[in-house]
């Protein structure tokens, strides 16, 4: 415990930069060594400007004392860059943050299917619809649900996520005894009581503008995958989204209407290559083999495929009688060619008449599974696709065969 008031003195300097820190860190071993270097040695750090060297001058672990005396007090737990229970996945990321404050219990991140939810708070009641099925879905299937604690999408992951009865993870832009927005002073407390609340922030800290664009770094960091529900083109949601690959870490979106500019960020991270998602498996699929003791398949089981053409349909006490099954629409060979390549692909490799597996066309296809089912989504909403329950997908048009030029 008393090695820790040296850990709080480090990260709370102001005008020593992170990376400054972090080089201290690698330089001296531990922040107590760095408390105790002299002048020249902290000179001899690469990059370390002289105005930082002015400011570790001050040796006063006073501030210190009193912030851990308030964890103290409020059941604030601290972890250091160097504890064992510190995420291997945060280490990992550019800036990682020193110390976390907790309240609640801290879980094994690197053993967990971590999943950001993330999305705008000025949301649509689709995006709400969204979160809360999305929440819910993933939390059932074995994923631990992060967020944000925003109002809007967040806010509605989180509920969702805790109704099912799911270990959630709340990211905060001030201190963990803060709460924001005030009237989600209940859903703090359900996260403090059945997860975790975690901030790189001292408690008492008020949420300012800039501390969430540098929070979202740490709720990727700690994610496997992050899924953004709704967004707008200047969403602090892609800002986590963005972060996420930057850490090479994927990125799931839920499309939305074309004409809603709520979902004008999703469908352009979509584009991007992000992973397109419809429900929860959508996303977790992707991790069954990687996470087979976590992850809880929740597949309905598939419906009964329409009777092929001409084969009677019986009825008890009825006359057998031929049931007519409308013929497919034709999707011309020009119309094929006009398709995203993904997309073609994918067509050509479902069937009119059995129902195949995302997983199954992208090892056929040699593509990764979210190209796949991003390919798929857009596939659906065209109508040339669509779902038979579960994850199954059967194609809907019939593809008109290319016609050879007749040879002069």
């Given at each position: 415990?008393?090695?820790?008031?040296?850990?709080?003195?480090l990260t709370t300097l102001a005008g020593v930069?992170?990376?400054?820190?972090?080089?201290?860190?690698?330089?001296?071993?531990?922040?107590?060594?760095?408390?105790?270097?002299?002048?020249?040695?902290?000179?001899l750090v690469k990059g370390i400007k002289k105005e930082e060297l002015q400011v570790l001058e001050n040796r006063s672990l006073d501030a210190a004392?009193?912030?851990?005396?308030?964890?103290?007090?409020?059941?604030?737990?601290?972890?250091t860059y160097a504890d064992a229970l510190y995420p291997q996945r945060l280490k990992n990321i550019y800036h990682p943050p020193l110390l976390l404050y907790g309240k609640g219990k801290m879980p094994l991140f690197d053993e967990e299917v971590a999943v950001a939810v993330v999305g705008t708070r000025d949301c649509t009641p689709y995006g709400i619809?969204?979160?809360?099925?999305?929440?819910?879905?993933?939390?059932?299937?074995?994923?631990?649900?992060?967020?944000?604690m925003a109002r809007g999408i967040d806010t509605a992951a989180m509920e969702e996520a805790l109704r099912f009865g799911g270990f959630t993870c709340g990211v905060l832009g001030g201190g963990v005894d803060v709460v924001y927005p005030k009237e989600n002073r209940r859903l703090y407390e359900d996260v403090a009581a059945r997860g975790v609340l975690l901030s790189e922030y001292p408690p008492e800290t008020e949420p300012k503008s800039w501390h969430f664009p540098h929070r979202n770094r740490i709720?990727?960091?700690?994610?496997?995958?992050?899924?953004?529900?709704?967004?707008?083109?200047?969403?602090?949601?892609?800002i986590t989204a963005k972060a996420a690959w930057e850490q090479g870490r994927d990125v799931f979106a839920v499309p939305g209407s074309i004409f809603a500019k709520e979902s004008v960020g999703c469908h352009q991270l979509i584009r991007d290559g992000a992973g397109a998602v419809t429900c929860g498996w959508d996303l977790l699929?992707?991790?069954?083999s990687r996470y087979p003791h976590k992850i809880r398949p929740k597949v309905a089981p598939m419906p009964p495929l329409p009777a092929a053409s001409g084969e009677p349909k019986r009825a008890k006490g009825k006359k057998i009688e031929i049931e007519e099954v409308p013929a497919l629409p034709t999707l011309s060979y020009e119309e094929l060619a006009a398709l995203e390549m993904d997309q073609q692909q994918?067509?050509?490799?479902?069937?009119?008449d059995m129902s195949r597996i995302s997983d199954d066309i992208a090892v056929e296809l040699e593509l990764p599974v979210h190209r796949v089912l991003s390919a798929l989504t857009m596939l659906e909403i065209a109508g040339y696709a669509a779902t038979t329950g579960g994850r199954g997908f059967i194609r809907?048009?019939?593809?008109?065969?290319?016609?050879?030029?007749?040879?002069?």
């Open positions: 415990m008393a090695a820790l008031k040296y850990w709080v003195w930069s992170e990376d400054t820190r972090l080089r201290l860190l690698h330089a001296f071993s531990s922040p107590e060594d760095v408390y105790f270097a002299d002048k020249g040695d902290l000179a004392e009193r912030i851990l005396e308030k964890c103290g007090k409020k059941e604030i737990f601290v972890v619809r969204c979160a809360e099925k999305l929440g819910y879905e993933l939390s059932q299937q074995g994923a631990l649900v992060i967020s944000g709720m990727s960091g700690l994610a496997v995958a992050t899924l953004v529900v709704e967004a707008p083109e200047t969403s602090g949601a892609l699929g992707e991790y069954e994918v067509l050509q490799s479902l069937r009119e809907r048009v019939h593809i008109e065969e290319k016609q050879e030029e007749e040879e002069a």
